[in-house]
């Protein structure tokens, strides 16, 4: 059996000395506009867009086993 998740775009802030959260969203463009927006309200700061397309596993509640997850486009 396997899980199903969607693709993915995310909204990354570079920095090598912190860690922020990451943006997720479920458009390439939404992500663009998302990245564009915090670099003008954060000069000089690099917002990277990252796509999710590899598969992944998660163990699941019950941890019954390890389950493999596949990224489908809409």
């Known amino acids: 059996m396997s899980q199903t998740e969607k693709i993915y775009w995310m909204v990354h802030r570079s920095s090598q000395n912190e860690t ?23 000069v000089g700061v690099v ?13 699941p509640l019950d941890l019954s086993s390890v389950v493999p997850v596949q990224l489908v486009r809409e």
């Open 20 to 42: 922020y959260p990451t943006i997720l969203h479920t458009s390439r463009n939404d992500a663009i506009a998302d990245a564009s927006r915090r670099a003008l309200l954060n």
């Open 47 to 59: 917002f990277n867009v990252l796509v999710v397309e590899s598969s992944f596993c998660y163990a």
